[in-house]
């Protein structure tokens, strides 16, 4: 009999934009079905997703194409994550809903857009107590 390992994996990436502000991408994945990505000023990736200051990016999250203009982090997606009311950084962040059609398009061209692909590989050294 085989069981499906349960306990969560994580990645990490944190990105610096021109000013030098961090912002931290963690992404966390357990069981079959479970793939979040969360955008946060706070680097640890073992603390909850909280909603009211990080945004929680939960449908098919990656990836994500991005670009830095001055202190604005510009993403562009299929599916937005709902906006924090409480989200602390100096950096800007701006999601664009694209279409699949376009969103297509990126991954074909994204270097032709001007943006950066994020991926958040799993780390099997990022563990949580």
């Known amino acids: 009999m085989c ?45 909850e997703p909280n909603a009211g200051s990080e945004f929680i990016f939960a449908s098919d ?7 830095f203009e001055d202190n604005t982090l ?16 100096p950096v800007k962040v701006v999601q664009h ?6 969103f297509a398009d990126i991954q074909k061209n994204f270097k032709a857009w001007g943006l950066e692909v994020l991926a958040v590989p799993l780390d099997e050294k990022l563990r949580c107590p």
């Not at 809903?97 to 376009?102: A, L, Q, T």
Request: aromatic content about 10%.
């Open 3 to 47: 069981c499906v390992n349960l306990s969560p994996n994580n990645g990490l990436v944190s990105l610096r934009n021109p000013q030098n502000a961090k912002l931290h991408f963690k992404r966390e994945v357990r069981g079959l079905n479970y793939d979040v990505v969360v955008l946060s000023s706070n680097k640890d990736y073992c603390k």
């Open 61 to 67: 999250p990656l990836p994500m194409y991005y670009s």
């Open 74 to 89: 510009n993403l562009f997606l299929t599916s937005l994550a709902n906006q924090p009311s409480d989200f602390q950084s």
């Open 97 to 102: 809903h694209v279409s699949p059609s376009e």
